[in-house]
T-cell receptor, first 113, second 112 residues
Framework: DQQVKQNSPSLSVQEGRISILNCDYT??????FLWYKKYPAEGPTFLIS?????DKNEDGRFTVFLNKSAKHLSLHIVPSQPGDSAVYFC????????????FGTGTRLQVTL | DAGVTQSPTHLIKTRGQHVTLRCSPI?????VSWYQQVLGQGPQFIFQ???????GRGNFPDRFSARQFPNYSSELNVNALLLGDSALYLC???????????FGPGTRLLVL
């Protein structure tokens, strides 16, 4: 039972354009959400998080949007850079914190020149 | 500053054997969590430890166990290995359970 879903296994975006990565969840008890980035042979790296009491959180080029009624969140990267090419995981927790995470299957982002 | 370190980096075992994976958290971090990532899937939560006590357990069989030592390092033990235990095992540390987790590079386990 996949409680966090990333339906796009891959995404290709040109350098300088916006990358939009999507994530859907089914568990209404999830109240904290995170995005992690993973390069090959490395562990996931924390990017940005959002609590369910907010609908938007911004950090530099990264913005996460949360639509609780649709059980949907998205990560926007503007502008996209070649170094952003990686696998992006959406994760959720029902503890109100960044612990005991449930991850999606990941979306591979390729930023082309 | 050193990040989360895990050993070994790679491991090959046969079915029925036992394996111990090790994790050293970032200095000052007191919480360690373990995740299993099977090929093509996202990481799945196995355990969380804080101050040497288990704070959470995911949906894994009793063949999986863990402990945390006084220096906050941790071991994950898996008994009676099955082919399906082949995966990347990730360790993450944080200052405490509510805080952001920082992941190590993982131990890749292959069970033949």
């Amino acid at each position: 039972d996949q409680q966090v879903k990333q339906n796009s296994p891959s995404l290709s975006v040109q350098e300088g354009r916006i990358s939009i990565l999507n994530c859907d969840y089914t568990n209404s008890m999830f109240d904290y959400f995170l995005w992690y980035k993973k390069y090959p042979a490395e562990g996931p790296t924390f990017l940005i998080s959002i609590s369910s009491i907010k609908d938007k959180n911004e950090d530099g080029r990264f913005t996460v949007f949360l639509n609780k009624s649709a059980k949907h969140l998205s990560l926007h990267i503007v502008p996209s850079q070649p170094g952003d090419s990686a696998v992006y995981f959406c994760a959720a927790s029902d503890t109100g914190t960044a612990s005991k995470l449930t991850f999606g299957t990941g979306t591979r982002l390729q930023v082309t020149l | 500053d050193a990040g989360v370190t895990q050993s070994p980096t790679h491991l090959i075992k046969t079915r029925g054997q036992h394996v111990t994976l090790r994790c050293s958290p970032i200095s000052g971090h007191k919480s360690v969590s373990w995740y299993q990532q099977v090929l093509g899937q996202g990481p799945q939560f196995i355990f969380q430890y804080y101050e040497k006590e288990e704070r959470g357990r995911g949906n894994f069989p009793d063949r999986f166990s863990a402990r945390q030592f006084p220096n906050y390092s941790s071991e994950l033990n898996v008994n009676a290995l099955l082919l399906g235990d082949s995966a990347l095992y990730l360790c993450a540390s944080s200052l405490g359970p509510p805080e952001t987790q920082y992941f190590g590079p993982g131990t890749r386990l292959l069970v033949l």
